[in-house]
């Protein structure tokens, strides 16, 4: 099975600050992955497929870089909706695998 | 706009079994793989099960196999996850997603649109 390190797990922020989150894979996974946003109570949302190709209507103050095996999403300046928990999924081989989650909370 | 609507979550003893369903609409059902994600209270998001266009290619976490059925009826446009043997730990809400077909390459990719939830909770 192909394992998804996320971190940090947590992180607390100001409004406006660059705040970046990391996966890395334990194995390569070309270009096979994406990040989702999730507020509690609500189903996850898409940000980022194909490792850096922003979802239609995301905000362009997130972006997705990587290949292989390390992946970042990075929040340019961050905003008070932003304020959520962010996966990263895997999708190159079976059985698909998230990441553990960063919780980005309020400084 | 693309609709995915879970129902049939509830309370169930463990051993027990339950069938959890997924109403789509606003796109061509038929023509997409879907999938069941879980989501145990307070904690991540795991993978449970893939199937494709026409119900015959299926895949499953190892947690599940043998126990969990995804099937689908594309005629009512509908998804579904047969839970047997309900464990305690299965306890969750199950969202129901499609994944997304990327035209350029030709490839079913990631998870695009989600529904809302349904929770299980397995407990005497």
């Known amino acids: 099975d192909i394992q998804m390190t996320q971190s940090p797990s947590s992180l607390s922020a100001f409004v406006g600050d660059r705040v970046t989150i990391t996966c890395r894979a334990s194995?390569?996974?070309?270009?096979?992955l994406a990040w989702y946003q999730q507020k509690p109570g609500k189903a996850p949302k898409r940000l980022i497929y194909f490792a850096s190709r922003l979802q239609t209507g995301v905000p362009s103050r997130f972006s997705g870089s990587g290949s292989g095996t390390e992946f970042t999403l990075t929040i340019s300046s961050l905003q008070p909706e932003d304020f959520a928990t962010y996966y990263c999924?895997?999708?190159?081989?079976?059985?698909?695998?998230f990441g553990g989650g960063t919780k980005v909370e309020i400084k | 706009e693309v609709q995915l609507v879970e129902s049939g979550g509830g309370l169930v003893q463990p051993g027990g079994s339950l069938r959890v369903s997924c109403a789509a609409s606003a796109f061509t059902f038929g023509e997409y793989w879907m999938t069941w994600v879980r989501q145990a209270p307070g904690k991540g998001l795991e993978w449970v099960a893939n199937?494709?266009?026409?119900?015959?290619?299926?895949h499953y976490a190892d947690s599940v196999t043998g126990r969990f059925l995804i099937s689908r009826d594309n005629t009512k446009n509908s998804l579904y996850l047969q839970m047997n043997s309900l464990r305690v730990e299965d306890t969750a809400v199950y969202f129901c997603?499609?994944?997304?077909?990327?035209?350029?390459?030709?490839?079913?990719?990631?998870?695009?649109?989600w529904g809302q939830g349904t929770l299980v909770t397995v407990s005497s």
């Open positions: 999924l895997q999708h190159n081989g079976y059985p698909f695998t």
């Open positions: 194995q390569g996974i070309s270009d096979d």
């Open positions: 997603a499609r994944r997304y077909y990327d035209i350029l390459t030709g490839w079913h990719t990631d998870f695009d649109y």
């Open positions: 199937i494709n266009q026409d119900g015959g290619e299926k």
